[in-house]
């Protein structure tokens, strides 16, 4: 379907000289006696995708929580674009430009695909009928939405009026996909995007996030599933026991090496 | 070609024959006819309630020709004016999926407000009117307040407010009407001004009360910011589903508190109108029978009561099925009872129908 799923090393390396998007710094999170994060360090650069990894309880929604504003940190700090901000609750990220799909596909399923795109950003006509009578540009949004799709390359939606709940799970979180990459947005968080779906559907997704990539997205995906993550990742954070365990490219470890990483039979140095 | 008897399986592409490849994800599909019923009704839930009003029409003119002559539809459409606005207001509290037990407490109080404020207090009747409707606002407050800050289920939350708001009136009133004679501003008893078509007096004459041109202005006024703001996309996606509406940056809270304040206002109106229609304003003219009602007319009228999903044209309708059965089964001569098991088994109906197209798949 999609021509461009190249995944190079150089374009991991050529990150680093630049300024990353958003980055975390010693960040750390009890909850009472568990600790949650211990003195993390995160940078996601613009286009680039960058996976977190890690068992259950290793600190990987923590960590992508104090990133998006979903929780705050007890130390440490946020910089977005190398300056620091305080995110008290996820809406403050999202205006900044962080956008996350959650794991429950935040889409509301009797409204249509245009409908779920623009949900709390809705684009009202110009004129009297926009400011006074506060009409919605539902014709212009449709369009919008359309274009919005099809730049993701996703062909199989092709009405932007037909009802959400009428998708196949594949295409609903492409709606949510497309959602976050949708507003000019800079970050774009991916909670387990393909955990639900079939091969194809996933394939789907996968060469969204490269397109959200190429389009110079920096995108967090957090994921189960080795095979997708090595297939997209260009970098791939560890997360471990609330910190980290290091942070390697599929091009230098193999599955199985950050699988090893991941559950501490081996260790980065 | 054939139809297969059970639908292809999901996915595009699945049924290489059919050609069109642009739209191939959707039209590949071949549907049975119940299913193609199910699509129908799922983008169109007043369609059912549509159908069973022009039957019962068809059905009760054949029982008694007068039924549709325009004296009896005039009387009948009056009759209708008080649960139509009340259920107005019943439509956005369930299209949040919560509901509202205290509806005609709320519009009894404002009328006995908006008519002792005036006899009482001697006040202008604009202003005991406006008094009327603050109270009616004021009382939606209180359940937006009961359910958004203190996170009450909205059935709880009314069903208290439903006792308060209802003592209150019979303490305020102590169970006292005023009597039309005392109302006799044409402001108070707005809902019975009538416009005449047709002859002056007798089965020919249709008048059109200005209550049911009111009724008309508010469902148009609700219907249209609904359907064209983004306050009418926010009630729908929190009725249908409220985390995700707030993970998509909905204010949540602040989208329920509203509906509940304007269910209050309208419901305040639906005091206002009964009183002008019924030239008595009453601590009796209402009752928990109103509540019922008013739900019965939104349920009838395809709205879900999970939220989410309905059109107000659909309550419109179910209001008016609701003063058909009622009219037409006196005229037919049959035992009022007929007509509250005929309404019990459309609500049965209804829901079921609900239950069923809400399982649509593409």
Redesign the interface.
């Given at each position: 379907m999609n021509a461009s799923p190249s995944t190079s090393v150089e374009d991991a390396e050529g990150a680093d000289t630049r300024t990353p998007v958003l980055s975390g710094r010693g960040l750390t999170k009890s909850f009472g006696r568990v600790i949650g994060l211990s003195n993390v360090d995160i940078d996601l650069y613009p286009g680039e995708v960058l996976a977190v990894i890690g068992d259950n309880g290793a600190g990987k929604s923590t960590l992508v929580k104090a990133l998006t504003g979903a929780l705050t940190p007890d130390t440490g700090d946020v910089l977005l674009d190398g300056k620091k901000v305080e995110f008290k609750r996820p809406q403050d990220a999202r205006d900044a430009g962080i956008e996350t799909v959650y794991q429950t596909l935040a889409v509301s399923p009797a409204l249509d695909v245009a409908s779920n795109l623009y949900l709390a950003r809705e684009e009202r006509r110009p004129g009297v009928a926009g400011s006074i009578f506060r009409m919605l540009d539902k014709k212009g949004m449709k369009e919008r939405a359309g274009q919005a799709v099809q730049d993701l390359g996703i062909q199989t939606i092709q009405n932007m009026g037909v009802a959400v709940e009428s998708l196949s799970g594949g295409q609903r979180q492409a709606v949510a996909v497309a959602r976050a990459g949708a507003f000019g947005s800079k970050v774009a968080v991916l909670d387990e995007p393909t955990a639900a779906l079939g091969v194809k559907e996933t394939g789907m997704v996968l060469r969204m996030i490269e397109q959200l990539r190429d389009r110079g997205i920096g995108v967090i995906l957090i994921s189960h599933n080795m095979p997708n993550v090595w297939e997209v990742a260009d970098r791939i954070h560890i997360a471990r026991l609330g910190g980290c365990a290091g942070v390697i490219t599929p091009e230098s470890h193999t599955m199985t090496d950050g699988v090893a990483i991941m559950t501490g039979a081996t260790t980065l140095h | 070609m054939t139809n297969a008897g059970s639908p292809v399986a999901?996915?595009?592409a699945a049924d290489p024959s059919t050609g069109g490849a642009?739209?191939?994800?959707?039209a590949d599909r071949r549907y049975t006819p119940l299913e193609r019923l199910q699509h129908v009704l799922?983008a169109r839930p007043y369609l059912s309630p549509l159908v069973v009003l022009v039957l019962s029409y068809l059905v009760f003119t054949l029982l008694n020709d007068r039924f549709i002559l325009p004296g009896n539809q005039a009387t009948m459409i009056k009759s209708v004016v008080v649960v139509a606005i009340l259920a107005l207001g019943q439509s956005l509290i369930i299209l949040t999926a919560g509901i509202d037990l205290s509806v005609g407490f709320i519009a009894l109080l404002s009328m006995m407000v908006m008519a002792k404020v005036y006899v009482d207090q001697g006040w202008s009747p604009w202003v005991a009117i406006t008094v009327g409707l603050l109270v009616g606002l004021a009382c939606g407050a209180l359940n937006g307040a009961l359910v958004t800050v203190l996170n009450l289920p909205p059935f709880i939350a009314t069903l208290g407010s439903f006792g308060i708001i209802q003592a209150t009136m019979l303490l305020y009133t102590k169970g006292k009407s005023v009597l039309g004679t005392d109302l006799s501003q044409p402001h108070l008893i707005a809902g019975n001004i009538p416009v005449r078509l047709g002859a002056e007096r007798g089965p020919d004459s249709f008048p059109i009360y200005l209550g049911i041109v009111i009724m008309l202005v508010l469902y148009a006024v609700i219907g249209?910011a609904l359907s064209?703001?983004?306050?009418g996309?926010?009630v729908?996606?929190v009725g249908?589903?409220a985390?995700?509406?707030r993970?998509?940056?909905?204010r949540i809270k602040r989208v329920l508190f509203s509906v509940y304040v304007v269910a209050g206002g309208l419901f305040a109106v639906g005091g206002w109108m009964a009183m002008g229609l019924n030239s008595v304003a009453s601590p009796n003219l209402l009752s928990a029978d109103t509540n019922l009602a008013s739900i019965t007319a939104v349920v009838i009228g395809g709205t879900s009561l999970f939220g989410?999903?309905g059109r107000l044209v659909g309550t419109l309708l179910g209001a008016l099925i609701y003063a058909t059965f009622d009219r037409g089964l006196s005229l037919a001569g049959a035992d009022q009872q007929w007509r509250v098991f005929a309404v019990g088994v459309l609500v049965l109906v209804a829901v079921s129908v609900d239950q069923w197209i809400r399982k649509?798949?593409?």
């Amino acid at each position: 379907m999609n021509a461009s799923p190249s995944t190079s090393v150089e374009d991991a390396e050529g990150a680093d000289t630049r300024t990353p998007v958003l980055s975390g710094r010693g960040l750390t999170k009890s909850f009472g006696r568990v600790i949650g994060l211990s003195n993390v360090d995160i940078d996601l650069y613009p286009g680039e995708v960058l996976a977190v990894i890690g068992d259950n309880g290793a600190g990987k929604s923590t960590l992508v929580k104090a990133l998006t504003g979903a929780l705050t940190p007890d130390t440490g700090d946020v910089l977005l674009d190398g300056k620091k901000v305080e995110f008290k609750r996820p809406q403050d990220a999202r205006d900044a430009g962080i956008e996350t799909v959650y794991q429950t596909l935040a889409v509301s399923p009797a409204l249509d695909v245009a409908s779920n795109l623009y949900l709390a950003r809705e684009e009202r006509r110009p004129g009297v009928a926009g400011s006074i009578f506060r009409m919605l540009d539902k014709k212009g949004m449709k369009e919008r939405a359309g274009q919005a799709v099809q730049d993701l390359g996703i062909q199989t939606i092709q009405n932007m009026g037909v009802a959400v709940e009428s998708l196949s799970g594949g295409q609903r979180q492409a709606v949510a996909v497309a959602r976050a990459g949708a507003f000019g947005s800079k970050v774009a968080v991916l909670d387990e995007p393909t955990a639900a779906l079939g091969v194809k559907e996933t394939g789907m997704v996968l060469r969204m996030i490269e397109q959200l990539r190429d389009r110079g997205i920096g995108v967090i995906l957090i994921s189960h599933n080795m095979p997708n993550v090595w297939e997209v990742a260009d970098r791939i954070h560890i997360a471990r026991l609330g910190g980290c365990a290091g942070v390697i490219t599929p091009e230098s470890h193999t599955m199985t090496d950050g699988v090893a990483i991941m559950t501490g039979a081996t260790t980065l140095h | 070609m054939t139809n297969a008897g059970s639908p292809v399986a999901n996915g595009p592409a699945a049924d290489p024959s059919t050609g069109g490849a642009a739209a191939a994800p959707f039209a590949d599909r071949r549907y049975t006819p119940l299913e193609r019923l199910q699509h129908v009704l799922h983008a169109r839930p007043y369609l059912s309630p549509l159908v069973v009003l022009v039957l019962s029409y068809l059905v009760f003119t054949l029982l008694n020709d007068r039924f549709i002559l325009p004296g009896n539809q005039a009387t009948m459409i009056k009759s209708v004016v008080v649960v139509a606005i009340l259920a107005l207001g019943q439509s956005l509290i369930i299209l949040t999926a919560g509901i509202d037990l205290s509806v005609g407490f709320i519009a009894l109080l404002s009328m006995m407000v908006m008519a002792k404020v005036y006899v009482d207090q001697g006040w202008s009747p604009w202003v005991a009117i406006t008094v009327g409707l603050l109270v009616g606002l004021a009382c939606g407050a209180l359940n937006g307040a009961l359910v958004t800050v203190l996170n009450l289920p909205p059935f709880i939350a009314t069903l208290g407010s439903f006792g308060i708001i209802q003592a209150t009136m019979l303490l305020y009133t102590k169970g006292k009407s005023v009597l039309g004679t005392d109302l006799s501003q044409p402001h108070l008893i707005a809902g019975n001004i009538p416009v005449r078509l047709g002859a002056e007096r007798g089965p020919d004459s249709f008048p059109i009360y200005l209550g049911i041109v009111i009724m008309l202005v508010l469902y148009a006024v609700i219907g249209f910011a609904l359907s064209q703001t983004a306050w009418g996309r926010h009630v729908y996606a929190v009725g249908d589903d409220a985390e995700a509406a707030r993970l998509s940056g909905i204010r949540i809270k602040r989208v329920l508190f509203s509906v509940y304040v304007v269910a209050g206002g309208l419901f305040a109106v639906g005091g206002w109108m009964a009183m002008g229609l019924n030239s008595v304003a009453s601590p009796n003219l209402l009752s928990a029978d109103t509540n019922l009602a008013s739900i019965t007319a939104v349920v009838i009228g395809g709205t879900s009561l999970f939220g989410g999903r309905g059109r107000l044209v659909g309550t419109l309708l179910g209001a008016l099925i609701y003063a058909t059965f009622d009219r037409g089964l006196s005229l037919a001569g049959a035992d009022q009872q007929w007509r509250v098991f005929a309404v019990g088994v459309l609500v049965l109906v209804a829901v079921s129908v609900d239950q069923w197209i809400r399982k649509v798949k593409a």
